[in-house]
């Protein structure tokens, strides 16, 4: 798990590095495939997935392609509006928000996608498949059906107040 800022702010955490094995004549040729999650730390984030044969490149190709699909989510007071749910593949993930204090109640998937978004205080439950990778799509997937009271008022056109 890497956390680095680069020097426009973006916060990179590498979820997974996986390792592939192919045989040929002369033995095995390895290449590997790196998860990556960036985001600004104020409610954008995105995730790539890079693939080389070496690690840094994999993880240099995870970086610019989470870097392209940054999307804005809401973030109140460092938790979220509301309880979401969100699924990918066999992965389903529980987002619940939290009182100031609480801290990222979550495991290293979800985590890294929560820190990176710049969320504080959230409880959080993984049911399902615990692969990283469909964890995190499916944080993500969890993360794009929030909305904010705001929204909600304009989408209705009345007041909620």
């Keep these: 798990m890497a956390d680095s800022r680069s020097n ?4 990179e955490n590498v979820v997974k590095i996986k390792r592939c094995a192919s045989v040929v004549k002369g033995g095995r040729r390895f290449s590997f495939a790196a998860c990556v999650v960036v985001g600004d730390g104020n409610g954008r984030v995105g995730v790539g997935y890079g693939k080389a ?34 699924s990918y593949g066999a992965s389903t993930v529980l987002l619940l928000p939290a009182g100031p204090g609480t801290g990222i109640i979550a495991g290293a998937a979800v985590r890294a996608v929560c820190e990176a978004a710049g969320l504080h205080n959230v409880l959080t439950k993984n049911l ?8 995190v799509k499916a944080t993500l997937a969890a993360l794009t059906q929030l909305r904010t009271r705001e929204t909600i008022e304009q989408l209705r056109g009345v007041s909620l107040s």
Excluded: C, W, Y
Excluded at 8 to 11: A, E, P
Excluded at 128 to 135: K, Q, R
């Design 8 to 11: 426009d702010q973006l916060i």
């Design 53 to 86: 044969n070496e690690v840094p490149p994999s993880v240099e190709k995870g970086n610019k392609q989470a870097a392209r699909r940054m999307q804005k989510f809401p973030v109140i007071e460092g938790t979220i509006p509301h309880a979401v749910q969100g």
């Design 128 to 135: 399902g498949s615990t692969n990283p990778v469909t964890v």
